[in-house]
């Protein structure tokens, strides 16, 4: 069942939706909640504001960046994209996916 203005498997609390990411299945069980207001989702400033929420909790779920691995740096940077793209589809939301989009067509939304 889909709840309303949160991921599928988002809990609220305080009237909130809580949004968990998970990381890679490879990567073990960690997750990381986004809290969200559906009313975000209808203007573009909310949308960005939630979209740049989303990144920052991939970044951390998918965790910390070894330095001078790039091996590590290309697995990460998948997992981290993998998340976002499962977390844009999860929400649901026309803006938000569209905001995805768009990023990833120019490339412009790395740390919003």
């Known amino acids: 069942m889909r709840l309303p203005g949160a991921f599928a498997i988002a809990a609220f609390t305080a009237g909130s939706p809580t949004v968990p990411l998970l990381a890679a299945p490879h990567a073990g ?3 990381v909640s986004v809290r969200y207001d559906a009313r975000e ?4 400033d909310g949308v960005r504001g939630v979209y740049s929420r ?3 909790a991939a970044q951390q779920a998918c ?6 691995d ?3 740096t290309a697995d990460r940077h998948r997992c981290q994209a993998q998340t976002l793209e499962r977390a844009v589809r999860t929400v649901g939301a026309a803006p938000l996916t569209a905001h995805h989009r768009a990023c990833q067509r120019h490339g412009t939304c790395a740390g919003s």
């Open 70 to 72: 790039r091996w590590r």
């Open 63 to 68: 965790g910390a960046l070894p330095p001078l």
């Open 41 to 44: 989702l209808r203007s573009a």
């Open 54 to 56: 989303v990144q920052q």
């Open 29 to 31: 069980p960690p997750a």
